[in-house]
């Protein structure tokens, strides 16, 4: 019986409260058990009854917590049970196998294999997955497991990006065997892992050993374009470990921004995962327009256009993994724009009509393209690039992102001055891609700042 885990049971209000309501069998499995052993917090509670069928049991608990019942997967009797606070939910099944042991020894990782019956406390770690958590290591159950269901082998860096563990010799060699099987699960369960891995604390050390596999590039084919572009005047690094670099400041420039900014990154606007996340993936994303832009002229690297091409690649690549429309909106607009920042606060005059010019463009956008112009610059340290550079140039977004939230406050929706019905009357001009030109013409003179009333409006466009 492990001390720990009995203290933090009897603790738990939930479980207390549903080993008290029941005689069943059952045992908590997975994350709550790692969390338990690691002091950490959970909201995630997987539990597995034994000696009644699990969506009858669930409905029971549903009740008894007065949770809303969600199937997950019926033909293997999985439910969630989501209680009424919206943060702690219930997983149920019946164990695989149909015992515990069988269960367990199915399982991708010895850290997720390791069951607790609820009401005696008993502990059962066939695996040895209580020592491998406190060495901080990640481990297979049974490489076969890869082949039953393949999305493990992506699962192994989901929980090194959350949790910092290293990879064991044995399970490196198990992903390379079964790499090339990727591509059989769901690529909306892939993609599901791919944001799990860009929401962890530690995911530029988990794409880095992703790519001592071929796993990487089986999912993110861009990656070998990244790799033949070398270090050059401005950059340090090859521009694949370069990308890695600008996910690492990303999460760290999030760590030590203050409490306004941490809150607005942590926000779930769309995709179930926070903007952060987001903007991790659009980092390590930023620059894949390079490789097809790249041109040496007279020994200067040059990469004309990259962020306009990467923004328009990305947009397909993100497609064939099912991205939202609204996600796909957020990470080509940051890879389009991750310039734009620093070009504003290069001006040779830095005036507030310029920088509300950005705060109108960027609109909620504008914290976040900030913060992945600054993890861009502090990623790209080449010879030409002296400390003063990079310190100026921080220094000069700090200041922006100082002018934005200040005058977020006092923004509103820039009024719609013309329709492009009004447009084709005054200019007699009928439906096409010119019309489309001129309104955007007009919405760009607006951000600007001159283009100001109605009268206006009618007057630039007919300039135009």
Not at 26 to 41: C, E, M, N, P, S
Not at 147 to 155: G, I, N, T, V, W
Not at 253 to 263: A, G, L, M, R, V
Not at 287 to 304: A, L, V
Request: aromatic letters at 8%; charged letters at 25%; one cysteine or more.
């Amino acid at each position: 019986m492990n001390t720990k885990i009995t203290e933090k049971i009897k603790s738990d209000n939930i479980l207390s409260k549903i080993s008290n309501s029941f005689n069943n069998e059952i045992y908590l499995v997975g994350g709550a058990v790692r969390d338990f052993l690691t002091d950490k917090d959970t909201t995630d509670r997987d539990i597995i009854v034994m000696d009644e069928d699990a969506r009858t049991f669930a409905l029971k608990l549903a009740d008894l917590f007065e949770a809303t019942f969600v199937p997950l997967d019926e033909e293997n009797k999985i439910y969630r049970l989501v209680l009424p606070d919206k943060i702690n939910y219930i997983d149920v099944t019946n164990p695989v196998g149909g015992t515990i042991e069988k269960d367990l020894m199915r399982r991708d990782l010895t850290i997720n294999a390791i069951a607790v019956n609820i009401k005696t406390c008993e502990v059962i770690d066939i695996a040895g997955g209580i020592t491998d958590i406190y060495n901080k290591c990640l481990n297979y159950v049974n490489e076969h497991n890869f082949e039953d269901d393949p999305l493990r082998l992506l699962r192994i860096y989901r929980f090194q990006s959350v949790l910092g563990f290293d990879l064991t010799p044995e399970t490196i060699s198990a992903v390379c065997k079964y790499s090339n099987l990727i591509h059989k699960p769901a690529v909306e369960r892939i993609n599901y892992e791919i944001l799990k891995l860009f929401s962890g604390e530690f995911a530029h050390k988990a794409i880095e050993n992703m790519n001592k596999t071929w796993l990487l590039e089986e999912i993110f084919p861009f990656v070998k374009e990244l790799k033949q572009v070398p270090p050059n005047s401005h950059h340090h690094l090859d521009l694949f470990h370069h990308s890695l670099e600008t996910v690492k400041q990303i999460q760290k420039i999030y760590e030590n921004s203050s409490d306004e900014i941490k809150t607005h990154l942590e926000k779930t606007e769309f995709g179930g995962f926070s903007r952060l996340t987001h903007l991790k993936l659009a980092g390590f994303m930023h620059d894949i327009g390079k490789f097809s832009t790249w041109t040496i002229e007279e020994g200067k690297h040059r990469f004309i256009k990259h962020d306009d091409v990467g923004a328009k690649l990305s947009v397909k690549l993100l497609k064939d993994l099912h991205f939202s429309n609204k996600q796909i909106d957020y990470i080509s607009s940051m890879i389009k724009y991750h310039i734009y920042p620093s070009h504003v606060m290069t001006s040779p005059q830095i005036t507030e009509k310029i920088m509300m010019r950005y705060v109108r463009k960027m609109d909620t956008n504008s914290i976040d393209v900030i913060i992945l112009a600054q993890a861009d610059r502090l990623s790209a340290r080449g010879p030409e690039i002296t400390e003063e550079i990079v310190e100026r140039n921080i220094n000069s977004l700090n200041m922006l992102l100082k002018f934005y939230l200040e005058a977020k406050e006092t923004l509103k929706p820039l009024p719609k001055l013309l329709s492009g019905t009004e447009v084709m009357e005054i200019l007699n001009i009928k439906p096409s891609p010119k019309l489309g030109e001129i309104m955007n013409a007009l919405h760009e003179a607006q951000i600007s700042g001159d283009v100001l009333t109605k009268e206006h409006a009618i007057k630039f466009i007919k300039t135009l």
